[in-house]
């Protein structure tokens, strides 16, 4: 059974997904499709979500990159399912 057949929303599957590339330390994934509602990304389909992740794959990474690993584990479903995603990454070493 795929990780993906295991998990109902989209939002379990972003968390799924994030967790299993990223063993992240914390992990927030929030839905803001509603606050986008009339948007013309909303039109297709694909919802408006926000993450805030800490990882130990993040240190010593410049934005740009740890981006690009949240991006790379969740490439397929931005075709369609995800529209925008606000990322807040960090590394434990940059907690308060």
């Known amino acids: 059974m795929s990780l993906d057949n295991r998990v109902d929303t989209r939002v379990e599957r ?3 997904r994030l967790t299993e ?7 927030a994934v929030g839905d803001d499709s509603h606050l986008h ?3 013309a990304g909303a039109a297709s389909g694909g919802g408006h979500y ?9 240190e010593g990474l410049r ?3 740890r981006h690009r690993l949240v ?7 931005m075709k369609a399912e995800i529209h925008a995603l606000a990322i807040t990454a960090l ?5 308060d």
């Open 14 to 16: 972003i968390e799924a």
């Open 21 to 27: 590339a990223l063993a992240p330390l914390d992990l």
């Open 37 to 39: 509602a009339g948007h």
């Open 50 to 58: 926000s993450v805030r992740i800490v990882s130990d794959r993040f």
């Open 63 to 65: 934005l740009v990159m």
């Open 71 to 77: 991006y790379d584990a969740v490439h397929d479903m």
């Open 91 to 95: 590394a434990p070493s940059e907690l």
